[in-house]
């Protein structure tokens, strides 16, 4: 593995719907990105040595120490790399979108992402029989709860015409959704504004960073410089 570059790392796998807002955010801003990719079942020892939590993403930057939580990096773009920009100019609406893109992750992305684990990974010895059910059928209830604040400003995004950091927190739910769980899309096909912003979302160019792949990193690779 070779020593660190100007160009930012990321810590990631593919499938990460929080890593995969990361990379769409850059994308957004026309950025290169290094993708390390890791298997969620086998954590490199490096990645616990640059955040203890031990989570994807985690963005490693020359001179600065590791960020973690995808939001705070998100942050950290808008700071350093403002155009295009990726909130609102006005501070309330900037507010309201800060708001709903929380409201996204802790509803929508970790609802639906957690039952697609649980389903890859198996269930804990708690669960329900039925916890992945459970956990989309909660997610789609969510998405119920979107469909009045969606119709708060005309045009395809949360924020009307503007394209916000709480779409692409979005993202990969609109684009895992349909072929990870057909089952669900009728549900969603119910929710006209749902189904509308998540048709824009997906026919964003930048859409398949949430494919995007790094080299692997395996556990017993030595740290990187
Ligand atoms: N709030 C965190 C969530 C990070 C997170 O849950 N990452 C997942 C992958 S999407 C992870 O690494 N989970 C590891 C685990 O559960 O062991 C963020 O937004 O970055």
Redesign the pocket.
């Known amino acids: 593995m070779s020593a660190m570059s100007d160009t930012p790392r990321l810590w990631t796998?593919s499938t990460?719907?929080?890593?995969g807002k990361v990379r769409v955010a850059f994308a957004e801003k026309g950025l290169e990105l290094e993708l390390h990719e890791i298997h969620?079942a086998s954590r490199p020892a490096r990645l616990r040595e640059l955040t203890p939590i031990?989570?994807?993403?985690v963005l490693e930057v020359p001179g600065a120490p590791p960020i973690?939580?995808?939001?705070v990096i998100c942050e950290w773009l808008e700071d350093t790399h403002p155009e295009p920009p990726l909130w609102p100019a006005d501070p309330g609406l900037r507010g309201w979108a800060r708001a709903w893109a929380k409201w996204i992750?802790d509803h929508v992305t970790a609802n639906y992402?957690l039952g697609m684990?649980k389903l890859a990974f198996g269930k804990a010895p708690d669960d329900p029989e039925d916890i992945t059910e459970q956990l989309h059928a909660k997610c789609v209830k969510r998405l119920a709860t979107l469909e009045p604040v969606l119709a708060q400003h005309d045009g395809p995004y949360l924020c009307g015409d503007a394209f916000t950091l709480a779409d692409v927190g979005a993202m990969p739910v609109a684009a895992r959704l349909p072929a990870w769980t057909p089952h669900l899309v009728e549900a969603v096909d119910a929710l006209p504004a749902v189904s509308a912003w998540f048709a824009a979302l997906r026919d964003r160019p930048t859409a398949a960073a949430l494919d995007a792949k790094g080299d692997p990193v395996h556990r017993a690779e030595p740290t990187p410089a």
């Open positions: 796998f990460s719907p929080f890593a969620p031990g989570r994807v993403p973690f939580e995808s939001s992750d992402f684990r």
